[in-house]
């Protein structure tokens, strides 16, 4: 190996980054599972904290008993909330919420932060009785103002973003409502989608009177106006990248003079654990997603070559085809090895992945880092053919 390539494998070795944890995860796991009858001193433990259960009937004594329910259930081999709102047949309203905040003695300094690249995502599922408007929503106090399914988050000035989902099929964005102004947010979602993924970030910005500085998640609340029912799981919100994604880790051997990638947690620490000497881990490259983590994103598929004795890496299924068809004694196909974006298909927060070929290593190189890429195509273009971008995935 030459001096050049020795003085970059060098350099590179010290660029690792490490993982962040997600910010936020209620997936629900630490709740018992029971019904659940809304009132004021009604909690139910999930796992970021103690949600409060209500609804308009069990505020009100003239009202009478609710017939409404909060649930844990079992679906799936993992544990869900449920929001169950049933007709009272009186003049009261019908609705039912859990609210996480932060309640004496409960939650005490409760706050996600709310940063560029906070992503939130959840799955919901749900249905509504015969959801109507009311009253053209013009007197509406509280709003959305119809029957509906939202997810509503406050930041710590107040400002309040309410993604709507199962709704009034007429109803449209931002009912006028004199009360909440400039304040207030309305994002309709798609109501059969079922998994959702958002820029919290962006959709808060939405928000005329929002102000990044500090900004923090206060107050988050999902609820059922009106009759009908909705499941509410996996809550993440997470400024480090997108909520879902995994971190794709990298490692360096001197052994073969190559790089290698993966998702897989029990592939890095097998070799962590086992073959210090041979792989050095480096951290994590970029994130990456699962199967199905987002209708637009492509397997990127990995090949082992026992006579270059390196990786290469690929979104291209004309390239698999090549080498799978044409090479299969040089390149061995080890399947997919995460989801990432074609240039063309890549989401607004996403990040260029670049590609270099050495002909000096017989190995190619991935990076996401500017910097990285920069320093080879200016400084040592003979050991390392920049050959543009192999795809796009997030930052680590």
Do not use: K
């Amino acid at each position: 190996m030459g001096t050049r390539t020795q003085l970059f494998m060098c350099i590179v070795a010290t660029l690792a980054v490490a993982a962040n944890a997600q910010d936020f995860h209620e997936d629900w796991e630490t709740a018992q599972i029971t019904d659940y009858t809304p009132s004021n001193t009604t909690f139910i433990n999930g796992s970021e904290g103690f949600w409060r259960l209500q609804d308009s009937i069990s505020q009100f004594p003239d009202c009478g008993v609710t017939r409404n329910q909060g649930q844990i259930l079992v679906q799936n081999g993992s544990r869900v909330l449920r929001l169950l709102s049933n007709r009272s047949f009186t003049n009261c309203a019908d609705d039912i919420w859990v609210l996480l905040t932060e309640f004496e003695p409960f939650n005490l300094g409760f706050a996600v932060p709310l940063v560029p690249n906070t992503v939130i995502s959840f799955d919901e599922r749900g249905e509504l009785e015969d959801p109507r408007l009311h009253n053209d929503g013009v007197d509406c106090l509280v709003p959305p103002c119809f029957d509906n399914v939202s997810l509503v988050l406050a930041d710590n000035n107040g400002n309040i973003l309410a993604y709507v989902l199962q709704r009034y099929p007429a109803a449209v964005e931002n009912v006028p409502n004199v009360n909440y102004g400039d304040i207030y947010r309305e994002i309709f979602l798609d109501p059969s989608a079922g998994s959702y993924r958002r820029n919290l970030y962006n959709d808060f910005q939405r928000i005329r009177t929002f102000n990044p500085a500090g900004a923090q998640i206060v107050s988050i609340e999902f609820r059922v106006d009106e009759h009908g029912w909705a499941i509410l799981d996996n809550l993440i919100i997470d400024g480090t990248g997108p909520a879902g994604s995994m971190p794709v880790h990298r490692f360096w051997s001197p052994v073969v003079s190559s790089h290698f990638y993966t998702a897989s947690e029990s592939e890095r620490q097998l070799l962590v654990n086992l073959y210090p000497g041979i792989w050095i881990y480096e951290g994590v490259a970029y994130r990456a997603l699962p199967e199905n983590g987002d209708s637009n994103a492509s397997p990127v598929y990995r090949f082992w070559s026992p006579i270059t004795s390196s990786h290469f890496y690929t979104i291209s299924e004309a390239e698999r085809d090549l080498l799978i068809e044409q090479y299969p004694n040089v390149w061995i196909s080890e399947g997919i090895s995460f989801y990432a974006f074609a240039e063309g298909a890549q989401p607004a927060d996403s990040i260029p992945v670049y590609r270099f070929w050495s002909p000096v290593t017989s190995s190619h190189f991935y990076t996401a880092s500017d910097a990285e890429a920069d320093l080879l195509i200016r400084n040592f273009s003979a050991v390392w053919i920049f050959e543009g971008i192999a795809w796009y995935a997030f930052r680590p």
